[in-house]
């Protein structure tokens, strides 16, 4: 829907015509005294400073009039957008592009929380979009780069803050700590008698007891129903019990969630479900920075892929939750903070919706900072919160394939296995100058 650009300035003038010396005609202004209703603003606005500069009573109760006159130079016009509804009814999210001409936001509510996504004007600082807005009548106008003009119909600019805009990731001054292309896969070797421990990246246990016992390869607080696997491991067996769960395929890293075999589960207390978990307990870690990952989820009632980080120092929390995807969702994107400075668990959960994630590879990512994290999906922000007060420390890189828990329900008979989180790759970059 186009919202057509309000017509020019009507007036009543004496018609030309012979007919009738007393008749009068309603026209567009085409009168011999009329002046281009720009000229006429222009005079009226250097009346107006002359009054207001002697302190005219005449300019001052004029004033207001006049700034509606200006205002309405330059009536909204654009193709009007509609808002897509996030989860649960919270807010809208209007998706701005660069190079599709002027739009309008009607129904934007700042009490609600709605967003508004900027894609492609390369902005990543609010403070450089502050500076393009300006406050047209009742409606707030943004000149955006390029000439693009968006107008947020009944809105006063001082409503829209930092949390309103959704920018992209600034990329200015990153430098490359860590990556991984999986090309290979660099295992960090546990639990094998003929190989030594260690010489690799990816350590494929949490570490929270011995390698062989499932404190360290499931998290029983959630509910999960998988034993994380890996070469070396056997649980009670006396030699390992040949699942792999991680294999390369085409440069990219498949971590493979199936159905345990029924051979196997005596030696796993039963569990039901076999998955991989990767993490750099032993590798790498960092305080701040921008942490990210390129990857296709699967899709499946009971499946949980994750992509999170952890203090070095094992501590808990606090936690950054890069990306949680329930299966049976694949259209929404779950990010979160925990924490427990003030001596109680908190977090700052946010419900994204985006594209199915099954469907396509994405770019997940976090832009962890002293005072702010924000997360991103695909090179744009999705969400904020202020940085806990115990969250200043080294943390290390995990992601993984969860199933089943509390949260995100068992798998039913819609549920495909195997199952498979597909990784492009993960890389993590410091900020030559932190923010």
Not at 166 to 195: C, I, K, M
Not at 402 to 427: M, Y
């Amino acid at each position: 829907m186009r919202i057509k650009e309000a017509p020019d300035l009507q007036q009543t003038c004496r018609d030309s015509t012979p007919q009738g010396s007393q008749a009068y005609a309603t026209r567009r202004s085409k009168c011999a005294y009329n002046m281009p209703r720009r000229v006429l603003l222009l005079i009226a606005g250097m009346l107006l400073i002359s009054d207001l500069v002697t302190d005219s009573p005449t300019g001052i109760k004029n004033a207001a009039y006049l700034r509606g006159a200006f205002a309405q130079e330059s009536p909204p016009k654009g193709d009007l957008i509609k808002g897509e509804v996030k989860p649960y009814g919270e807010l809208y999210v209007f998706d701005i592009r660069h190079g599709v001409g002027d739009r309008i936001i009607d129904g934007y509510n700042a009490q609600r929380g709605d967003k508004i996504r900027l894609l492609d004007f390369d902005l990543t600082d609010f403070n450089r979009v502050r500076g393009m807005l300006r406050q047209v009548g009742g409606d707030a106008q943004l000149r955006l780069p390029g000439g693009q003009i968006l107008w947020i119909l009944k809105t006063q600019i001082d409503s829209l803050g930092a949390h309103t805009f959704q920018l992209q990731l600034d990329r200015r001054g990153l430098v490359p700590t860590f990556a991984d292309e999986f090309n290979e896969f660099s295992w960090y070797a546990e639990g094998l008698n003929d190989h030594p421990t260690g010489g690799g990246t990816w350590r494929t246990n949490f570490g929270y007891a011995p390698v062989q016992h499932l404190g360290s390869r499931t998290l029983g607080s959630n509910g999960e129903l998988q034993v994380y696997f890996d070469r070396g491991f056997r649980g009670t067996a006396s030699t390992p019990l040949g699942i792999e769960p991680f294999r390369i395929v085409n440069g990219t890293l498949e971590i493979v969630g199936d159905k345990a075999p029924e051979n196997v589960k005596p030696f796993i207390s039963n569990y039901e479900y076999t998955s991989g978990l990767i993490t750099t307990q032993f590798s790498f870690s960092q305080v701040y920075g921008v942490f990210e990952m390129r990857a296709r989820m699967p899709k499946g009632t009971g499946l949980w892929p994750t992509f999170w980080l952890l203090p070095k120092d094992r501590s808990w929390p606090p936690e950054i939750d890069i990306i949680e995807i329930l299966g049976q969702e694949p259209t929404v994107l779950h990010t979160n903070a925990h924490s427990k400075a003030n001596g109680v668990h908190t977090d700052a959960p946010d419900v994204i919706r985006v594209p199915d994630t099954s469907a396509d590879f994405h770019l997940y990512a976090v832009d962890w900072q002293k005072d702010e994290i924000r997360w991103y999906f695909d090179g744009f922000e999705v969400a904020r919160a202020p940085t806990p007060a115990d969250m200043h420390k080294p943390m290390y890189i995990l992601a993984g394939l969860p199933i089943g828990g509390h949260w995100v329900g068992r798998p039913d008979d819609s549920t495909h296995f195997p199952a498979v989180l597909t990784i492009d790759w993960i890389r993590a970059y410091r900020r030559a100058t932190e923010p």
